[in-house]
C-alpha cells in the first residue's frame, strides 16, 4: 500500500528565510505527488502537482518541489517566506489503479516569525 | 474553474440526532467524490469514495449505516451523519473528481461539526 511521511511535524521560520518541507513516500510506480496547504478551519488549496516529465515543478505562491525517484522524495521548497504562509501542509500521493483517493501525509505546521 | 463547495460551513446539532452535509461540484461533473475526515491538528482520513448512482465505498472501520451517502447527481454528494455523538465531531473534507479527468481532486472548504 502508498504512504507518505511528513518527518517534521512543525517548523518555525523566519519571514525572509528559505524554507523546506520535506516528504518521502513509498509507492510501487511513479506515483502523482501533490503538495496542499490549509489555513485553519479552512479546506485544501493545491500548491502544486508531479505527474511526469520535469521533476522540478512550480507551484503557486512562489512554492516549488523536486521529485527525486532515488530518495523517494518529493520535498517543497520556497526561498523567501511570507507571514501569510503559515499554514498547514500536507504532502499527498494517489491516485492508483483500484484507488482513486488521494493518501495523505500527516502535514507539518509552519509557523514563520516576524 | 473547478470549484467545490460545501454546506453547511459549520453545523452544530444534539446527540442522537442527524446531519445532512452537501458537497456540490459548482462548474464541473464529478462521477467520484470522496469524504475526508479529519481530527484537529490531525491528517485526512478518506471515509468512504462516493460513485453516482451506485453505493458508496467505505474504508474499512467506517460504518456505513452511521455514514450514509447519497451521490444522486454529477454534482452533488451527500454525507449523513446518523444518531450523531459527540466523538462525531470533526471536520469533514469532501473532494470531487471530474469526470472524464484522471488524478486531480478539488477540495470543499469543509464542514465542522459540533455534537452536543
Known amino acids: 500500500a502508498q504512504s507518505v511521511t511528513q518527518p517534521d511535524i512543525h517548523i518555525t521560520v523566519s519571514e525572509g528565510a528559505s524554507l523546506e518541507l520535506r516528504c518521502n513516500y513509498s509507492y510501487g510506480a511513479t506515483p502523482y505527488l501533490f503538495w496542499y496547504v490549509q489555513s485553519p478551519g479552512q479546506g485544501l488549496q493545491l500548491l502544486l502537482k508531479y505527474f511526469s516529465g520535469d521533476t522540478l515543478v512550480q507551484g503557486i505562491k512562489g512554492f516549488e518541489a523536486e521529485f527525486k525517484r532515488s530518495q523517494s522524495s518529493f520535498n517543497l521548497r520556497k526561498p523567501s517566506v511570507h507571514w501569510s504562509d503559515a499554514a498547514e501542509y500536507f504532502c499527498?500521493?494517489?491516485?492508483?489503479?483500484?484507488?482513486?483517493?488521494?493518501?495523505f501525509g500527516s502535514g507539518t505546521r509552519l509557523q514563520v516569525q516576524p | 474553474g473547478a470549484v467545490v463547495s460545501q454546506h453547511p460551513s459549520r453545523v452544530i446539532c444534539k446527540s442522537g440526532t442527524s446531519v445532512k452535509i452537501e458537497c456540490r461540484s459548482l462548474?464541473?461533473?464529478?462521477?467520484?467524490m470522496f469524504w475526508y475526515r479529519q481530527f484537529p491538528k490531525q491528517s485526512l482520513m478518506l471515509m468512504a469514495t462516493?460513485?453516482?448512482?451506485?453505493?458508496?465505498?467505505?474504508e474499512q472501520g467506517v460504518e456505513k449505516d452511521k455514514f450514509l451517502i447519497n451521490h444522486a447527481s454529477l454534482t452533488l454528494s451527500t454525507l449523513t451523519v446518523t444518531s450523531a455523538h459527540p466523538e462525531d465531531s470533526s471536520f469533514y473534507i469532501c473532494?470531487?473528481?471530474?469526470?472524464?479527468?484522471?488524478?486531480?481532486?478539488?477540495f470543499g472548504p469543509g464542514t465542522r461539526l459540533t455534537v452536543t
Open positions: 462516493s460513485n453516482e448512482g451506485s453505493k458508496a465505498t467505505y
Open positions: 462548474d464541473f461533473q464529478a462521477t467520484t
Open positions: 499527498a500521493v494517489g491516485p492508483y489503479t483500484g484507488r482513486r483517493a488521494l493518501t
Open positions: 473532494s470531487a473528481a471530474k469526470t472524464g479527468g484522471l488524478y486531480e481532486q478539488y
